[in-house]
């Protein structure tokens, strides 16, 4: 089993950035590929990154290619996303969430539904 909690949300105005933080509980944390989700209101929860158990395969949904990075420190059991040139449109919720072992990057952007959520870190951006 695996706990999940996000950190870093909050409010910052167009241009700035931000990190998020996802402190993960549990053995299991670095043999499973974790990602970020978002949701924003009034709209369906969207992929925002994946990242490989080991680190070395990532994946970015296009609206936030070249801006936000996502990375993971296996001996912190944390992972982490990067938001840099945040604009009105990334204003949601954030969730970090992992999946269970031999799962890729490739299925998880495909749409596999995660098994392990956070609750969740709002992020809004302001004009």
């Known amino acids: 089993q695996v706990q999940l909690v996000e950190s870093g949300g909050g409010l910052v105005q167009a241009g700035g950035s931000l990190r998020l933080s996802c402190a993960a509980s549990?053995?299991?944390?670095?043999?499973?590929?974790m990602g970020w989700f978002r949701q924003a209101p009034g709209k369906e929860r969207e992929i925002v990154a994946v990242i490989s158990a080991s680190g070395e395969r990532t994946g970015y949904a296009d609206s936030v290619k070249g801006r936000f990075t996502i990375s993971r420190n296996n001996v912190e059991k944390t992972g982490y996303l990067q938001m840099n040139s945040l604009n009105p449109e990334d204003t949601a919720v954030y969730y970090c969430a992992a999946a269970r072992a031999g799962i890729t990057t490739v299925q998880i952007m495909a749409g596999y539904v995660m098994d392990y959520w956070g609750k969740g870190t709002l992020v809004t951006v302001s004009l």
């Open positions: 549990g053995r299991s944390f670095s043999i499973i590929p």
